[in-house]
């Protein structure tokens, strides 16, 4: 029992963004920064009433320093877009946050034996060290998940349609998304809940270009898995189709209604058209100025609508529906209130 408590505590202080000294000082004298470090380490337990004090302080219920983990996540090397400003403390609280929310999604799996391998390319495919080989790996996803060329009508569904585990976190703008794999075989994507849905959308797939290319290391991976992002959301034949294949101008008017029609941004459009040589390199530098003169963080026109995950949710429902679990064990699973379910099942909570 005491190491379930240690695991469990360690990941609720990193999750919470507290240093050893941070919560012993919200505590109290009490409890010192030394007990704090004997509880993550096993080597004591608290008594009951600083149990509850650490519980409160931590913002958790008490049974989750106590609730063992159905399966164990070991999350390979994330791959983070990020700000290099952001401090090891956040990296902590993301990485901690990643863990607990697929060992909850996996065991919301387990309910229903629905847990299924990721379909991915060849591995000669997925070896990368151009941009063409990007090109290629880009549209054979698109070929084996049966997408098309049509525009993606929602990244989240087709990343969770294909077993991808997808969540949204609320960060400042140091952090963009990260993906990684957990126990080796199960991808995972995190994107940053608080930005536009096109900046969302692009996210997405940049995080998924990272899980699945393979990158030479003379090649530069953040670069391939930017140009990723717009051979996923806009295929090259798309592009030559909608701007043709030799540009002297490209105008706001069209590229508005591009960025409704397909979720990329403006500035993406101009991106995949220099990429694919459609306009010239000078067009494309007049073009980032006008950006910079608006403002890079500006939304051009009419906003993308933000995506949401919902599989996880979905099942979870299911659970309670055939009465596999109780409403508290889906506030657990989901990390949300019983009174929240209860509001759910009820009609009234949206």
Request: hydrophobic content about 40%.
């Amino acid at each position: 029992m005491s190491d379930i408590f240690a695991k469990r505590f360690k990941s609720a202080r990193l999750k919470s963004g507290m240093s050893l000294q941070v919560l012993a000082d919200k505590i109290g004298e009490s409890i010192s920064k030394q007990a704090i470090s004997k509880y993550e380490k096993g080597k004591a337990m608290p008594d009951s009433k600083k149990m509850i004090q650490l519980a409160k302080a931590l913002n958790v219920k008490l049974d989750y320093f106590f609730r063992p983990a159905r399966i164990e996540i070991v999350l390979s090397k994330p791959a983070y877009r990020k700000r290099s400003t952001m401090s090891k403390k956040k990296l902590n609280m993301i990485n901690e946050t990643v863990r607990d929310l697929v060992e909850r999604y996996i065991e919301a799996e387990n309910l229903f034996d629905t847990y299924e391998k990721v379909k991915l390319p060849a591995p000669k495919l997925r070896n990368i060290s151009s941009f063409e080989d990007v090109e290629l790996l880009a549209e054979e996803v698109r070929k084996l998940w049966n997408l098309g060329n049509d525009p993606i009508e929602s990244m989240v569904d087709v990343l969770e349609d294909n077993n991808f585990k997808v969540a949204l976190i609320e960060s400042d703008e140091k952090f963009d998304g990260l993906s990684c794999w957990g126990n080796n075989e199960i991808p995972i994507i995190i994107s940053q809940k608080n930005c536009s849905g096109d900046r969302q959308r692009s996210n997405l797939a940049h995080e998924l270009g990272h899980l699945l290319m393979i990158v030479d290391e003379n090649f530069n991976e953040e670069y391939a898995a930017k140009r990723f992002s717009g051979c996923f959301l806009v295929p090259r034949k798309v592009a030559y189709a909608e701007l043709g294949k030799n540009r002297k101008n490209l105008n706001w008017v069209e590229l508005l209604i591009l960025k409704q029609k397909y979720g990329m941004s403006v500035q993406q459009w101009v991106y995949r058209a220099k990429d694919l040589q459609i306009i010239s390199e000078s067009h494309f530098r007049s073009w980032f100025i006008e950006f910079n003169r608006l403002g890079n963080k500006r939304e051009f026109g009419k906003p993308i609508a933000n995506e949401t995950p919902t599989r996880m949710r979905k099942i979870v429902f299911q659970g309670l529906a055939e009465r596999i679990i109780s409403p508290p064990k889906a506030a657990e699973l989901l990390d949300c209130s019983i009174n929240e379910i209860i509001k759910s099942m009820s009609g009234i909570y949206a």
